[in-house]
């Protein structure tokens, strides 16, 4: 398995703002998936992210918008750019150990846009 | 392209009572199958997954899932639910091991009354 820390835990920001999250694991890890959780409603993957090479967008998610960094095989962070309050959400990052092994979920950040 | 369909958005049940959530997906090949718990204020943990053999699957705090490859089902089931109990469960599903994206479902609200 695989620790997970997410930071900051929450955040209120004002909008047009921008925020950056981080995600950091225990152990080095290839892939790194970065997901929002909008109120009342599931998870839906934002993005892949791999050590060394771009960010993977999921179908209605940019780049200008949720920048991603992965420098090195244990860090990643996702940047909420420009906020509206439409971005409220819990942004979670998650790990994927390889094989069968399930994807492990950090904590999550509680961000609310006024 | 993976989908999972969660028959029941809310259910409420009163301590004792059985359960059982439904869980349909859509994927040509191979699945790895999850569910998910989210407790109120905590983060998403795995509650059991399923990846190959038998297809009832036992996992923690006494839950188990089958896997019904005709009925592309996966449905979860506990005989006797407790108030902890009470969190949100989603279904899951990836194909081709941790290294690919999870598509979850769009969650079950279980609210266990004393």
């Known amino acids: 398995s695989a620790v997970i820390s997410q930071k900051p835990s929450r955040d209120i920001c004002q909008r047009g703002t921008s925020l950056t999250i981080q995600c950091q694991v225990d152990s080095q890890v290839t892939m790194m998936f970065w997901y929002r959780q909008q109120p009342g409603q599931s998870l839906t993957l934002i993005a892949t992210a791999n050590q060394g090479s771009e960010a993977t967008y999921e179908s209605g998610f940019v780049i200008d918008k949720f920048p991603i960094s992965r420098p090195n095989l244990t860090f990643s962070t996702l940047t909420v750019s420009n906020m509206s309050p439409e971005d409220s959400s819990i942004y979670l990052c998650?790990?994927?150990?390889?094989?069968?092994?399930?994807?492990?979920f950090g904590d999550g950040t509680r961000l609310s846009i006024l | 392209a993976q989908s999972v369909s969660q028959h029941n958005h809310h259910v409420i049940l009163s301590e004792a009572a059985s359960l059982e959530l439904g869980c349909n997906y859509s994927?040509?090949?191979?699945?790895?199958l999850f569910w998910y718990v989210q407790y109120p204020g905590q983060h998403l943990q795995l509650l059991l997954k399923y990846f190959s053999g038998d297809p009832l699957v036992k996992g923690i705090k006494g839950f188990e899932a089958e896997f019904i490859k005709s009925k592309f089902s996966f449905n979860l089931r506990k005989p006797s639910v407790q108030w902890s109990d009470t969190a949100e469960y989603f279904c899951a599903v990836n194909g081709g091991g941790g290294y690919q994206k999870v598509t979850f479902g769009t969650g079950t609200k279980l609210q266990v009354i004393p």
């Open positions: 998650s790990v994927g150990l390889g094989g069968h092994q399930p994807q492990h």
């Open positions: 994927y040509g090949g191979t699945v790895n």
